[in-house]
């Protein structure tokens, strides 16, 4: 991966934290509660004209294992 767009990326992610705290304290909540197989995540978006827009997934082993993988690597970005 590029190193530099790595360092743009931890920038806007610090960005986005900070523009939107409830987010990181909504996904901390979560992952206290524990992703299980079976459980459901539903995302949904609104847009400024009112059209809404709804996804959902049930959870499986290995997406718990790519989010899993996800976590280790924000909190070892070195590896």
């Given at each position: 991966m590029n190193p530099m767009l790595m360092m743009q990326f931890a920038?806007?992610?610090g960005k986005f934290k900070e523009q939107h705290p409830k987010f990181g304290?909504?996904?901390?909540?979560?992952?206290?509660?524990?992703?299980?197989?079976?459980?459901?995540?539903?995302?949904?978006?609104?847009?400024v004209d009112g059209q809404e827009y709804r996804a959902n997934?049930?959870?499986?082993?290995?997406?718990i294992e790519t989010i899993?993988?996800?976590?280790?690597?924000s909190q070892n970005p070195n590896g």
């Open positions: 920038g806007r992610l304290m909504f996904l901390k909540s979560v992952a206290n509660k524990g992703i299980t197989a079976g459980s459901v995540m539903e995302v949904k978006f609104t847009s997934i049930k959870m499986t082993d290995d997406d899993n993988m996800i976590k280790s690597m």
